[in-house]
């Protein structure tokens, strides 16, 4: 007997302990399962523990963005905002980890080195980086679809004599940017929230974009008590409205299409839509944005004119507007983010026109231009998706690697299972559906769960067949190219990895929208679990069919 073979097995090991990492340890230990859950970080919270950086927060509203499998939480605990910030949504994990006494199973300051699956035991071994190793019949991936950082590559940041930073991962202690010159490199949603916040104590900020964003006002505001309490007596509705939204979250489709109204009454609509702010102005206007061309101009033409609107100089207002299709990036939610560039000590630099050379020990050279800066805060995105597996040395049947599997892209069941990968799962896996991640979780988790019910009761090994996956493949690229989606290879956007240099474009997520996906799935669940095998379990080299 090796020394692993000596370890007691656990039912299973989860990684990650954000909003899918709890809410699968909270399902498992209702069952009776015994779990470990391994985590990177020092407390719970996930991508709300990480991404600590000034002016993070939600941009789904707070009655989206949360649990609804128990009424007790909801009662017990009161948003304060809108759209809450990371402090506000990290007390909230923290609070269910307490509430519902999880801590106990979660090892911190536990990142995952390896996870082997051992054929002859039909068990997962799972390794940290602190040496600790763990035994367990069910892998579960909890690590979220942002979560490895792409890191700079610029030349001389090792000369750089300032202070620099990583937006996602954030130090813990405040970070004095008063009176200091900032550079902020990087323009998507982490950027755009991060720049009306430093520009307020910097002395000036350098704003380095590459490509502009289509970004839509959040709107946030305090919620008072009176609203607090109907959001309490709604939720049936409200969680109702997540689950059948097209992007989950708690709205109901507009049935308009372009051609359904003339163009003063289209105006009003995006002028409606603009004003509710956040994910309105894109799912409470026309349900074709997505998937007609004219309605995806109207709606980009429109934003186009706000910014020149709000704006004044025309020359940062032109640099500003995207001139691609809407969508074709996630367009994030901003906070006086246009607004800001109005301020005497906001500087844009148009890096597309005028690329970033190397870094130098007292600031940034472009081909044109130095500029001298005491901080630089890199907020240059994620390797998504696929990036979290693969950056833990992950190997199932035969010694399969997750990292030669998807070489090309990646190749799931539903975004939750993996061909050669015995009894593991993924929560928001790669080709998982695209939309409010908590509404998709909570259906994910009950989904694994059924799952693993039916190979506990057949002592099996639970695995997709290739043939599924490449089912699943097929449907997710006939979806995607019905839509106006594939323009964001043109701008590199991160949910077709074409951020990310060398990564092969590849359909990451499921785009037919929330509702279609959870009915899928469920659907496999509920009528005999189709494209998945359950073979006996291999107990001391003995592997038969069922």
């Known amino acids: 007997m090796n020394a692993d073979e000596q370890l007691p097995p656990l039912d299973a090991i989860v990684i990650g302990a954000g909003f899918g990492g709890l809410r699968m340890l909270y399902q498992l230990l209702r069952e009776g399962k015994s779990v470990k859950v391994l985590e990177a970080g020092t407390d719970v919270g996930g991508t709300w523990y990480w991404n600590r950086y000034p002016g993070a927060r939600t941009d789904s509203e707070s009655w989206a963005y949360c649990y609804q499998f128990s009424d007790e939480l909801v009662d017990d605990w009161t948003w304060s905002e809108r759209l809450p910030g990371q402090e506000e949504v990290l007390r909230y994990l923290q609070h269910v980890a307490d509430r519902f006494e999880l801590r106990q199973h979660i090892e911190f300051s536990s990142r995952v080195a390896f996870a082997h699956f051992d054929e002859q035991a039909g068990v997962w071994t799972v390794e940290t980086e602190g040496g600790e190793r763990f035994r367990s019949r069910y892998l579960v991936s909890a690590t979220g679809v942002l979560s490895v950082p792409k890191q700079p590559d610029f030349p001389g940041l090792e000369s750089f004599k300032g202070e620099h930073y990583f937006a996602p991962q954030w130090p813990k202690d405040e970070v004095d940017l008063e009176g200091k010159r900032v550079a902020i490199i990087g323009s998507a949603a982490t950027a755009i929230q991060i720049l009306p916040i430093a520009a307020h104590a910097a002395e000036h900020v350098y704003y380095f974009q590459r490509t502009p964003n289509y970004v839509l006002p959040g709107r946030n505001y305090s919620i008072h008590s009176a609203q607090g309490k109907a959001f309490k007596k709604r939720r049936g509705e409200l969680f109702d409205q997540r689950r059948s939204h097209a992007f989950g979250l708690p709205m109901t489709m507009s049935g308009r299409t372009y051609d359904s109204v003339g163009d003063e009454e289209r105006e009003r609509i995006f002028e409606a ?26 709606a980009a033409d429109f934003v186009r004119r706000k910014i020149r609107a709000i704006v004044k100089d025309p020359e940062t207002a032109r640099k500003l507007t995207p001139n691609y299709t809407f969508f074709a990036k996630r367009p994030p939610s901003g906070h006086f983010y246009y607004e800001t560039f109005n301020r005497p000590n906001v500087t844009l630099v148009d890096v597309q026109a005028d690329p970033i050379q190397r870094v130098t020990a007292t600031g940034i050279q472009t081909g044109d231009e130095h500029f001298e800066v005491d901080v630089i805060i890199f907020a240059i995105g994620f390797d998504a998706g696929t990036g ?7 190997r199932g049947r035969d010694g399969a690697s997750i990292r030669k599997k998807w070489e090309h892209g990646p190749e799931t069941y539903m975004g939750l299972m993996a061909s050669g990968f015995p009894n593991m799962f993924m929560i928001m896996g790669p080709q998982s559906a695209f939309g409010n991640i908590p509404t998709i979780i909570e259906s994910e988790v009950d989904w694994i769960s059924k799952v693993m019910a039916r190979a506990d009761a057949e002592d099996a090994l639970a695995e997709p067949t290739p043939e599924a996956e490449a089912s699943w493949n097929a449907q997710l690229e006939m979806i995607y190219n019905a839509t106006l989606l594939p323009a964001g290879v043109a701008v590199k956007t991160w949910f077709l990895g074409a951020n990310v240099e060398g990564k092969p474009i590849s359909v990451m997520f499921f785009f037919g929208g929330v509702s279609a996906f959870l009915d899928a799935i469920h659907e496999v669940a509920d009528n005999g679990m189709p494209g998945i095998e359950f073979r006996t379990a291999a107990r001391e080299g003995n592997l038969a069919d069922a």
Not at 275 to 296: P, V
Not at 388 to 394: A, C, F, K, T
Request: glycine share 10%; with cysteine.
């Open 273 to 298: 839509g603009w004003e509710d702010g956040g994910f309105h102005f894109c799912f409470d206007t026309f349900d074709d944005i997505m998937t007609d061309q004219r309605s995806n101009d109207a």
């Open 388 to 394: 979290p597996l693969m950056s833990i040395d992950l």
